[in-house]
């Protein structure tokens, strides 16, 4: 019989989740590779126009993926064995892939790198989900704070903090206030008023048609990629245009969070890939298979050699390679943790169930 009190996963926002991992493959291949080798000026004209606009597409990924979060978060009820869960499966996966990849002769594994393995949140060996683990933690505490706010109060809030995050601190970043370029708990949490806001009241200021809000996003990443071309040919400095914080970056998050919000999809394909989006993450920024996929393996060196009209097509066609072959190998890992998990289960019931008899 099946649990009618399990959360329905609502595919729109599964899909979308989707999508944002594909995104942060465009990002990886871009900083971790292509830009490893080569200055993305040296490109020919169409190609560089080209490679900026995927980026100024996909710069969106970790603002959707937070927004997602609070969404969500924001009228849940907290559960430790859910920040346990994300701490061991993190774990899991670094330690696991550090084993097999010490075999292929990537760094030894010793015992410095086995204590950051089974501790790869608190060592922060990927950042996003050190940063995401303590905006987990701090979830129920920020619910009672956004709660306590009437609408009034909370859009104010969302008004101050925009004006902190993204005007004052993208135009002149102060490392004594902590948002730096987004990346980070601060930032983090300043999405998380974002996303609480829209969970409670839909929209913020206005609502628009869902297809607007698309048009919005794909307008304004032409107007990035303008603003980054315009940049590069002046000497300008480009980086900061895609950084989480940027104004532009923050708007194209919020249209294309809307426009999924509103579309209405129910699949149960959707949902079974999205449940293991995230373990593609912890593949494919693991340390040693960063190196492997952008550099060693030589396939971006390749790709940049091309410099014609096929550059794009391959670098998305690499993407794809890379993104099915971590969700791949993201299933079979999860599988083996599960099923781990599950027989500690077991036994933690059984010898919870021997100490009651003996009591």
């Given at each position: 019989?099946?649990?009618?009190?399990?959360?329905?996963?609502?595919?729109?926002?599964?899909?979308?989740?989707?999508v944002?991992?594909?995104?942060?493959?465009?990002?990886?291949?871009?900083?971790?590779?292509?830009q490893?080798?080569?200055?993305?000026?040296?490109?020919?004209?169409?190609?560089?126009?080209?490679?900026?606009?995927?980026?100024s597409?996909?710069?969106?990924?970790?603002?959707?993926?937070?927004?997602?979060?609070?969404?969500?978060?924001?009228?849940?009820?907290?559960?430790?064995?859910?920040?346990?869960?994300?701490f061991v499966?993190?774990?899991?996966?670094?330690?696991?892939?550090?084993?097999?990849?010490?075999?292929?002769?990537?760094?030894?594994?010793?015992?410095?790198?086995?204590?950051?393995?089974?501790?790869a949140?608190?060592?922060g060996k990927?950042?996003?989900?050190t940063?995401?683990f303590?905006?987990?933690?701090?979830?129920?505490?920020?619910?009672?704070?956004?709660?306590?706010?009437?609408?009034?109060?909370?859009?104010?809030?969302?008004?101050?903090?925009?004006?902190?995050?993204?005007?004052?601190?993208?135009?002149?970043?102060?490392?004594?206030?902590?948002?730096?370029?987004?990346?980070?708990?601060?930032?983090?949490?300043?999405?998380?008023?974002?996303?609480?806001?829209?969970?409670?009241?839909?929209?913020?200021?206005?609502?628009?048609?869902?297809?607007?809000?698309?048009?919005?996003?794909?307008?304004?990443?032409?107007v990035n990629?303008?603003?980054?071309?315009?940049?590069?040919?002046?000497?300008?400095?480009?980086?900061?245009?895609y950084?989480?914080?940027?104004?532009?970056?923050?708007?194209?998050?919020?249209?294309l969070?809307?426009?999924?919000?509103?579309?209405?999809?129910?699949?149960?394909?959707?949902?079974?890939?999205?449940?293991?989006?995230?373990?593609?993450?912890?593949?494919?920024?693991?340390?040693?298979m960063?190196?492997?996929?952008?550099?060693?393996?030589?396939?971006?060196?390749?790709?940049?050699?091309?410099?014609?009209?096929?550059?794009?097509?391959?670098?998305?066609?690499?993407?794809?390679?890379v993104?099915?072959?971590?969700?791949?190998?993201?299933y079979?890992?999860?599988?083996?943790?599960?099923?781990?998990?599950s027989?500690?289960?077991?036994?933690?019931?059984?010898?919870?169930?021997?100490?009651?008899?003996?009591v």
């Open positions: 019989m099946k649990n009618e009190n399990k959360p329905i996963r609502e595919s729109n926002f599964e899909l979308l989740r989707i944002s991992m594909f995104m942060i493959m465009i990002l990886h291949i871009g900083t971790h590779g292509i490893k080798y080569i200055d993305t000026s040296t490109l020919s004209s169409f190609n560089e126009m080209l490679y900026h606009f995927l980026r597409l996909s710069i969106i990924a970790v603002n959707i993926y937070v927004l997602i979060s609070a969404y969500f978060l924001s009228q849940s009820t907290f559960k430790l064995k859910k920040l346990v869960l994300l499966e993190t774990s899991f996966f670094f330690t696991l892939i550090f084993a097999i990849t010490s075999i292929f002769g990537y760094p030894d594994f010793n015992m410095t790198s086995l204590k950051e393995s089974l501790f949140v608190i060592f990927y950042w996003f989900v940063a995401y303590v905006l987990f933690a701090l979830s129920p505490y920020l619910n009672k704070l956004l709660n306590a706010l009437n609408k009034r109060e909370h859009f104010k809030f969302i008004i101050i903090t925009t004006l902190i995050c993204c005007a004052w601190q993208f135009y002149y970043a102060n490392s004594s206030v902590g948002i730096g370029k987004g990346y980070g708990v601060p930032f983090f949490i300043y999405l998380y008023i974002v996303g609480a806001y829209i969970r409670k009241y839909q929209f913020i200021l206005k609502d628009f048609n869902k297809n607007l809000y698309l048009i919005s996003y794909l307008v304004l990443a032409i990629t303008m603003i980054v071309m315009s940049a590069a040919n002046n000497g300008g400095d480009i980086g900061r245009w950084n989480y914080n940027s104004p532009i970056v923050l708007i194209m998050s919020y249209a969070f809307q426009y999924f919000r509103k579309i209405h999809i129910k699949s149960t394909v959707i949902n079974s890939i999205s449940k293991y989006v995230f373990g593609i993450y912890l593949l494919h920024e693991h340390t040693n960063r190196s492997f996929l952008w550099i060693d393996s030589g396939v971006v060196e390749k790709i940049i050699n091309l410099n014609n009209y096929m550059f794009i097509i391959y670098t998305l066609g690499y993407s794809i390679i993104f099915v072959s971590c969700w791949l190998g993201s079979i890992i999860s599988k083996v943790f599960s099923f781990i998990m027989n500690i289960d077991k036994v933690l019931l059984f010898i919870k169930g021997k100490m009651k008899m003996a």
